[in-house]
Structures are given as structure tokens and as C-alpha cells.
């Protein structure tokens, strides 16, 4: 055989080989958010969890890629399977129950059992920040680094079911970390600010688009110091902590969407997020 056929089957071999999937974490509960990582394949792969696509970023090593999706709160099955195609074998997340704590709150009466023109206001917020948090969807990464979880003691946890004074009950679909009054409030990674609001529960938000899926959204704000388009980079203040809306005091509520539902932002920010530099 000449160096020359050695060399060319050797180019041949490694343009057949199958792509490999791995998932993180290979144990998740409803809420989470899982990791896929495709490497050895020289395209964007195409593949699919709970019958939907992933979307598909390039990664920082040679000839790899990741995605996020997440385990619905919702969710029946055991075990979810992540097939990519042309791999031999699919990644396996298996699905362990989690029982969310309770908690009662005292707020306001009005806050608590609003009127029923607040609570068209409270229908029209959940479409304004639902349809920004959308608006990730099929756009390339704006980022080029892992999440960054922002400061503060966690006080309040995500999946939390809450009952407020008139025995009205729902589920805490973020994270509330203490922050003092004022505190600047950073964003979590690059994107772009696709709403700025002021919202009858949220108080003042920011929510930024980060492309691939991924959108994160922080509540109670006291001041807002970005606009709607504005590209801001990791870590750039977006405004400053308050107690607006539905609170009990000052803190920051952060939440974090990627395809398939809003997820638990402190086990999403623990995720090894390896985007290719620009």
C-alpha cells in the first residue's frame, strides 16, 4: 500500500464515522435542562427529543455540537430518547419524579385576587413575555461562553407551588435570589433585549434573546437601563433589583426558557455550555 492510498483511506474512514451523542444529565427531573452533545460530525446534525428538533450549535471542539432541551414539568415518560441522525446509538435521559415544595404567601388583597382588569393586563404580560421569550427560536448562538448564575443567596426555589392569601395556587417557574434594593442586575449571557415591560406580577423585566433556543427573563426590577433591540454582552447591567409587582420584598426572580419550556435556571446554569468562538 503507498503513503498516498494510506493517506486516503485514512481521509475516508474519518469522513464515514458516525457521530456520537452523549446527554447531560443522564438523570434529570421534570423541569430540567439536558445537554447534547454531538461529536465527529463535520455538519450541523439533525436530530430529535419528545418529537421535537433540536436546535443545534456549533461547539468549541473539532467537528462537535450541542443543544438544549427541556424535560416538561408535565412529563409521563421514564425515560426520553435523543436520536441524531446517521449515529449508531442515542443518548438515554431517564426521568426521575421530583415533588416541589409548598409554600404560603401573604401579599397584598389586590395582588393576591386581582380585578378582573388586572387580570386581562396579567393575560396580556404572560403573552408579551412568552412571545419575546419565542422569539430565540431559530436564530444562530449569540453567545460564546457557559451561563453565568448572577449573585445572591437563593431564597426562593424553582417548581415551588405557592398559596396566596385566597387559597389561589401556582407554580414558581424561576429563581428568586436576594438582592438589596438597587443592586445592579447583570445579564446572564450575550444576546439581545427583545422586551422591556412593566408588568402587573413581573413589575419591571427585561427579557433577552440569546439565540439556539435559549432566552433568559428577570423580574422586579426597580429601573430598567436597556431597550427593546439593544445587543448587550455577558454580565452588562440591565437594571437594578427591586420589589415591583408581586413581591414580599426586594429580591431578583430570574427565568430561563430553551425549546420545550421554561426550565430550573440554577441546574441549567451548572450546564457545560461549550459554544465555538465567533
Known amino acids: 500500500m503507498t503513503a498516498a492510498l494510506g493517506a486516503l483511506l485514512t481521509l475516508s474512514s474519518a469522513a464515514i464515522a458516525d457521530p456520537k451523542v452523549s446527554v447531560t444529565p ?45 424535560v416538561p414539568l408535565d412529563v409521563s415518560p421514564k425515560a426520553i430518547t435523543v436520536t441524531v441522525e446517521n449515529a449508531k446509538l442515542p443518548g438515554t435521559v431517564k426521568v426521575s419524579p421530583v415533588t416541589f415544595p409548598e409554600a404560603k404567601v401573604v401579599v397584598e388583597e389586590e395582588m393576591a385576587n386581582p380585578p378582573k382588569a388586572e387580570r386581562d393586563r396579567i393575560d396580556a404580560d404572560n403573552k408579551a413575555i412568552l412571545d419575546a421569550l419565542a422569539t430565540a427560536k431559530g436564530e444562530p448562538p449569540q453567545f460564546t461562553r457557559s451561563f453565568q448564575r448572577p449573585s445572591g443567596a437563593i431564597s426562593s426555589t424553582f417548581g415551588e407551588w405557592r398559596t396566596f392569601n385566597d387559597g389561589h395556587r401556582s407554580q414558581h417557574l424561576g429563581l428568586d435570589l436576594a438582592a438589596k434594593e438597587g443592586a445592579k442586575i447583570k445579564a446572564v449571557n450575550a444576546g439581545t433585549v427583545a422586551l422591556v415591560h412593566d408588568g402587573f406580577l413581573t413589575g419591571n423585566l427585561v427579557v433577552i434573546s440569546h439565540g439556539a433556543g435559549l432566552a433568559s427573563a428577570y423580574y422586579h426590577l426597580s429601573k430598567t437601563s436597556v431597550a427593546v433591540g439593544d445587543k448587550v454582552v455577558q454580565g452588562a447591567e440591565i437594571g437594578l433589583a427591586g ?14 426558557r430553551v425549546p420545550g419550556g421554561f426550565v430550573d435556571p440554577a441546574r441549567f446554569f451548572a450546564l457545560k455550555l461549550l459554544p465555538a468562538t465567533k
Open 26 to 70: 443522564k438523570l434529570a427531573r421534570p423541569g430540567d435542562a439536558v445537554l447534547v452533545t454531538v461529536t465527529g460530525s463535520k455538519e450541523p446534525p439533525k436530530g430529535e427529543a419528545l418529537g421535537s428538533q433540536l436546535q443545534f450549535w456549533k461547539a468549541k471542539a473539532k467537528d462537535s455540537y450541542q443543544a438544549v432541551f427541556a
Open 243 to 256: 420589589k415591583t409587582g408581586r413581591t414580599t420584598g426586594a429580591h431578583l426572580h430570574v427565568s430561563v
